[in-house]
C-alpha cells in the first residue's frame, strides 16, 4: 500500500497551464504503475493517462493527449501531471492513482488499487 496526496489544484483561467503534483506520503512509488484520472460532477471518473514503472513508458487518453504530460521522479516519491491550454471543460477533481503493474485495462478506475483525495482545478474566465 501506498499513500497518495495530491497537490497543485486551483483556480485558472482558459489558455492557463497547471501543474500537478502528487506524492506519496509513505513508501515508495518506484515499483507502482502511476495514473492521473479526473472527476467533474455528475461524471464517472475518466482516465488522463498512466506512466509505468521502470523505463516510465506514457499512456494518455486519445482526447487529452498532446494537451496532458505525465512524469515521475521517484527519488522524491513524486508523480507530475503537465496540464496546458487549459479549458472550462478541464474542471474536476484530479486524482492520483498507484497499482502494481500496468494493468491491459489501465483506463479503467476499478484497475488502480490506491488513491488520493483529490486536488480541485477549476478553469473559468
Known amino acids: 500500500q501506498v499513500q497518495l496526496v495530491e497537490s497543485g489544484g486551483r483556480l485558472v483561467q482558459p489558455g492557463e497551464s497547471l501543474k500537478l503534483s502528487c506524492v506519496a506520503s509513505?513508501?515508495?512509488?518506484?515499483?507502482?504503475?502511476m495514473g492521473w484520472f479526473r472527476q467533474a460532477p455528475g461524471k464517472e471518473r475518466e482516465f488522463i493517462g498512466a506512466?509505468?514503472?521502470?523505463?516510465?513508458?506514457?499512456y494518455y487518453s486519445e482526447s487529452l493527449k498532446g494537451r496532458f504530460t505525465i512524469s515521475r521522479n521517484d527519488a522524491e516519491r513524486t508523480v507530475y501531471l503537465q496540464m496546458n491550454s487549459l479549458k472550462p471543460v478541464d474542471t474536476a477533481l484530479y486524482y492520483c492513482a498507484a497499482a502494481q503493474g500496468l494493468a491491459p485495462l489501465y483506463s479503467s478506475a476499478y484497475e488502480w488499487d490506491n488513491w488520493g483525495q483529490g486536488t480541485q482545478v477549476t478553469v473559468t474566465p
Open positions: 509513505s513508501g515508495s512509488i518506484s515499483t507502482y504503475a
Open positions: 506512466i509505468t514503472s521502470g523505463s516510465g513508458n506514457t
